[in-house]
């Protein structure tokens, strides 16, 4: 039979589903009302109600009114809020309302609540988030806190990617009002968490924390509940025809050898050439096994200074739990070398363990938000009982954990339980601190100090033990320290002989570095390798703009700090910034990554971060996106499919456009489902997707797939090479 080849080498059957052409197939099952809230004759049914979660009571500084809409036909329900954390003696407001459903309706996992949302440019950087709740019974005594009886939520946020997205073009421009630009986002969709009655539908609004709100204005209108429409025409299933290992490798596309960078996917142990791991990449890295919380008790001179403190767990239990055959197959797989490892992580708010936890500053005792917004404890994962513990022991405690973890694996010193027998385990990379920017604190600092980046931290409290209220100095900070001791655990030989030179000083070297025998006499010579692991910052939605700036300014300021250290070794003290993915398919989401990478390589081109990463891709399907929403490993229909694949290829254009500056791409998955019931190249069956064709040929997807055009608006054109972004 004859076989036909594109141009990317790939060959089918004749006759079969070119997966690079497809019309569009069709709208598939729609939608339909089944309750409209008609606010111009059922507002006064409109009541003031407490937030779901409790912690907000009724108001009576913020109100709700109905309103003419200013821009259209119709009318609003306007939200008025006034709220000063100063004054209430918290770190967050907001109110609810409440109306009711009549006659009460059932809802199935295909329902959604719609509206339109207003807002004005002001308001972005204030606001938490909108929650859409109900309660099925108890009626109007029914206190409405989560997890009682009847009730039924969902949230819908408000975050500072919107405005990414009004610079993207989505949402619609409105006009002016108050003296102010609003935006409008057209049918917000929100799918109700589980199915039931709903009796009442509920609506609250939280300010952002730390935020003063006094008199800020939001708008919402338009709001129904749909339901899909089970008698629609449905979307063919996408058929995959192809196993994974029938089609070229991934690496063949992409990888330092072709020019541009290295491609991999979650997942350690043997590495089999017969695989998807084998075949397709050749980079990896554990979601899980090395997270802090392999340290899993507390080292024996911890306890002993602290011995009227019991740190958890109380059993006893080995200091370590260290998953080193699952690296050392790797580095003995294939041929020598010829496969990367990415370590995940050495320092993050989740998966560190229980006694880390129980650590908190020794000098800042504010279980919210200071005066200064500098430290957080309650949404750290923090666990009690808490132990205040001074800047030196933390310091000590992490240094600690750093050069062991590091040297475990890179060195052959018995003391990190490694040896000369079992040799080397060679990193390529390792991401040293994971998720440290707020996730939503960015907003708010930003146009209050477009040049800061410290407070819009987390300040998890056992990594703020190291810095304390030592805020004078940036090389006290701990996202500084926490570089500074991978680059001394694995150092170049530079760094290798400033150490020496400096090992009698106690303010370069101090003394804490000395005590848990991790040099011979000043001597770290035995631990240099000409290949330092790339020391990354790994964070998710760093290509929204205020977060984008915040990790800027934190890298730029870092950076240049550590270059007038006196143990500074010729790298940069964070030498990669990892931009983590799992996103959402939007219209602009390839403009918006390829901004934000715009902005990092300029940092690059200055010579003040040496790379970025795509560190963990996938992506999600909401209701939004063509074809509808799905959940991994579900079978997509033809839509979905194409979108995924579209949305995919965008990505990797985009990357391919700035790979001189991107060091890796790993995705998060190896077939079926990444994270979250996110979609990846390979589905359940092993089988090629339209993801798999859309990064391997992204101009020919992209062709092909025209009737996608429109949803993606200009997408394309602003991945030509010519195209410069705005920088954020």
């Known amino acids: 039979m004859e076989i036909e080849l594109d141009s990317s080498g790939m060959a089918y059957k004749q006759g079969s589903v070119d997966p690079y052409f497809r019309e569009d197939p069709g709208e598939g099952f729609q939608r339909k009302q089944i309750y409209k809230f008609d606010l111009e004759k059922n507002f006064s049914v409109w009541k003031s109600w407490r937030t779901n979660d409790g912690r907000v009571l009724p108001n009576p500084a913020s109100s709700f009114s109905l309103i003419n809409n200013p821009f259209e036909?119709?009318?609003?329900?306007?939200?008025?809020?006034?709220?000063?954390?100063?004054?209430?003696?918290?770190?967050?407001?907001?109110?609810?309302m409440r109306v009711p459903i009549n006659p009460a309706i059932v809802l199935n996992n295909q329902t959604y609540v719609e509206f339109d949302f207003f807002y004005p440019i002001s308001a972005v950087n204030k606001y938490m988030r909108l929650e859409v709740w109900s309660t099925s019974s108890g009626g109007e005594g029914h206190q409405g806190f989560a997890g009682y009886p009847g009730t039924n939520k969902t949230q819908a946020y408000i975050r500072a990617s919107d405005m990414d997205r009004v610079a993207g073009g989505d949402p619609n421009w409105i006009g002016f009002f108050n003296g102010d630009t609003w935006y409008k986002k057209t049918m917000c969709c929100v799918t109700p968490v589980s199915a039931g009655t709903w009796e009442y539908l509920n609506i609250d609004l939280h300010t952002e924390t730390g935020s003063k709100v006094n008199g800020d204005l939001l708008m919402i209108g338009n709001i129904k509940i749909t339901q899909t429409d089970v008698n629609g025409v449905p979307i063919p299933d996408v058929i995959n025809e192809k196993r994974f290992s029938e089609v070229p490798p991934i690496r063949s596309k992409y990888s330092k050898e072709t020019g541009s960078f290295y491609t991999g996917v979650s997942g350690t142990g043997y590495v089999l050439p017969e695989t998807i791991r084998g075949h397709h990449y050749e980079i990896f890295t554990s979601e899980n096994n090395l997270k802090p919380e392999i340290h899993q008790c507390a080292p024996q001179w911890l306890k002993n200074e602290y011995p009227g403190f019991v740190f958890k767990p109380l059993e006893d239990v080995e200091e370590w739990s260290l998953p080193t055959d699952e690296y050392l197959n790797i580095r003995d797989s294939g041929k020598p070398g010829e496969f990367k490892v990415h370590g995940h992580c050495l320092a993050w708010v989740n998966q560190s363990?229980?006694?880390?936890?129980?650590?908190i500053p020794e000098n800042i005792s504010s279980m919210q938000w200071n005066a200064d917004g500098r430290f957080y404890i309650g949404g750290n994962n923090a666990t009690g009982p808490y132990k205040k513990v001074d800047k030196i022991t933390a310091r000590r405690i992490y240094f600690d954990h750093i050069l062991f973890l590091l040297r475990h694996f890179m060195s052959t010193d018995t003391r990190y339980q490694s040896s000369e027998k079992r040799g080397i385990?060679?990193?390529?990379?390792?991401?040293?601190?994971?998720?440290?920017?707020?996730e939503s604190r960015h907003s708010v600092i930003i146009q209050e100090n477009p040049n800061g980046w410290d407070a819009a931290l987390r300040h998890v409290s056992w990594l703020m033990a190291m810095t304390d209220d030592d805020l004078g100095d940036v090389r006290q900070h701990y996202v500084y320290l926490l570089f500074k001791y991978a680059h001394i655990a694995i150092p170049n030989a530079q760094m290798a002989a400033k150490y020496k030179a400096h090992y009698n000083d106690?303010?370069?070297v101090p003394e804490y570095m000395k005590m848990d025998n991790h040099d011979k006499g000043g001597s770290i010579d035995a631990y240099i390798t000409e290949k330092p692991p790339i020391l990354v910052f790994n964070d998710f939605e760093v290509t929204t703009s205020t977060k984008a700036k915040v990790a800027f300014n934190m890298l730029k300021e870092l950076n240049t700090a550590w270059k007038t250290d006196p143990l500074y070794d010729g790298r940069n003290l964070i030498e990669n910034l990892g931009l983590q993915g799992h996103d959402l398919v939007t219209q602009t989401l390839a403009s918006q990554h390829q901004r934000a990478v715009a902005l990092f390589s300029s940092l690059i081109d200055e010579g003040l971060l040496d790379s970025i990463c795509i560190s963990e891709l996938d992506l999600r399907l909401l209701d939004f996106t063509p074809g509808g929403e799905a959940l991994a490993p579900a079978v997509l229909n033809q839509k979905q499919a194409d979108c995924l694949g579209y949305q995919y290829?965008?990505?990797?254009?985009?990357?391919?456009?700035?790979?001189?500056?991107?060091?890796?791409?790993?995705?998060?998955?190896?077939?079926?489902?990444?994270w979250m019931h996110s979609y990846i190249p390979f589905d359940h069956e092993l089988k090629a997707s339209q993801i798999y064709y859309g990064i391997m040929d992204p101009d020919k997807f992209i062709q092909g797939h025209s009737y996608l055009d429109e949803f993606f608006k200009d997408e394309n054109n602003k991945l030509a090479d010519s195209y410069k972004p705005e920088i954020i």
């Open 353 to 359: 363990p229980v006694w880390m936890r129980q650590i």
């Open 506 to 508: 106690p303010n370069i």
């Open 425 to 438: 385990i060679p990193f390529h990379s390792f991401d040293v601190l994971n998720v440290e920017i707020h």
């Open 649 to 674: 290829a965008l990505l990797f254009k985009m990357y391919y456009k700035y790979r001189k500056y991107i060091d890796h791409v790993i995705i998060w998955g190896q077939h079926g489902t990444g």
């Open 73 to 96: 036909s119709g009318s609003l329900i306007l939200l008025t809020t006034n709220f000063d954390p100063a004054v209430a003696g918290k770190s967050f407001g907001g109110f609810g």
